[in-house]
């Protein structure tokens, strides 16, 4: 069974910078699609970055310029550095992915089947 697992998560004053990873383990595939969500209480899911074959990626608008996703396929981890961050990034982060074919990088949570439990990242002002 295959499993992600994040950490990094943690407490930082606006205007830090954190980096978040997510290994994977389990199988000996390796995840097509990968994918950073997050949730803040009370609000729904969203997609935070996606990453394709290592070139296909994107980035929701309000992480643009400040977040960067990237993996070590030798090392089965993806990252997510986060810098200027701001009190409105407060949220549990999740890592997802997909090994089975997808077309493009997606910020939909629809093409991904596997989830790790989640680090969070609280940005205090």
């Known amino acids: 069974q295959v499993r992600l697992v994040e950490s990094g998560g943690g407490s930082v004053q606006a205007g830090g910078s954190l980096r978040l990873s997510c290994a994977a383990s389990g199988s000996a595939n390796s995840f097509y699609l990968m994918g950073w969500f997050r949730q803040a209480p009370g609000k729904e899911r969203e997609g935070v970055a996606s990453i394709r074959g290592s070139v296909d990626i994107i980035y929701a608008d309000s992480v643009k310029g400040r977040f960067t996703i990237s993996q070590d396929n030798a090392k089965r981890t993806l990252y997510l550095e986060m810098g200027s961050l701001k009190p409105d990034d407060t949220a549990m982060y999740y890592c997802?992915?997909?090994?089975?074919?997808?077309?493009?990088?997606?910020?939909?949570?629809?093409?991904?089947?596997?989830w790790g439990q989640g680090t969070q990242v609280t940005v205090s002002s």
């Open positions: 997802a992915g997909r090994l089975g074919y997808w077309s493009t990088a997606s910020l939909s949570s629809a093409g991904y089947s596997t």
